[in-house]
């Protein structure tokens, strides 16, 4: 391997490695609603990818109840129990509807959490390795 391409190689896992100790800094469970169809995809796959739109852009959306989750999904039926690691969060309380991963991360930042909704806050992540689903619950038996 040529020294710049192992240099290049370290540079990633020592930026790599400082990411994933700051996600682990802060992790919560939350949780997160979906259609039947796609809990069974997020169950097949281990991942939840991001959505296209959204008040802090395309990402993952969670809230901090099973119950919030019924007020605040676009797509219903399943709630998912998540651990998520959240890093350093960005709060905002106003729209910013262009958000995107890299530019959370060029603001140093891993997520959003969005504070003063009527239905709750909310926290939202862009990447599938920040969540990982604990419980899922097909019958809204979750409280």
């Given at each position: 391997m040529a020294l710049s391409a192992l240099s290049s190689a370290v540079w990633y896992d020592r930026k790599t490695a400082e990411r994933h100790r700051r996600l682990n800094s802060t992790v919560r469970v939350l949780y997160h609603q979906t259609s039947v169809e796609n809990a069974r995809q997020i169950e097949r796959t281990r991942r939840m990818f991001r959505g296209?739109?959204?008040?802090?852009?395309g990402g993952i959306y969670f809230a901090v109840s099973p119950e919030q989750t019924r007020r605040k999904a676009k797509t219903k039926g399943v709630v998912l129990q998540c651990e998520v690691r959240?890093?350093?969060?960005?709060?905002?309380?106003?729209?910013?509807?262009?958000?995107?991963?890299?530019?959370?991360?060029?603001?140093?930042?891993?997520?959003?959490?969005?504070?003063?909704?009527?239905?709750?806050d909310e926290y939202v992540v862009y990447n599938f390795d920040q969540a990982r689903v604990v419980r899922v619950d097909y019958n809204g038996a979750l409280k």
């Open positions: 296209n739109e959204g008040y802090a852009g959240l890093g350093r969060v960005k709060a905002i309380s106003s729209p910013d509807y262009s958000m995107t991963f890299t530019r959370l991360q060029q603001d140093g930042y891993d997520s959003i959490k969005i504070e003063g909704l009527n239905s709750g």
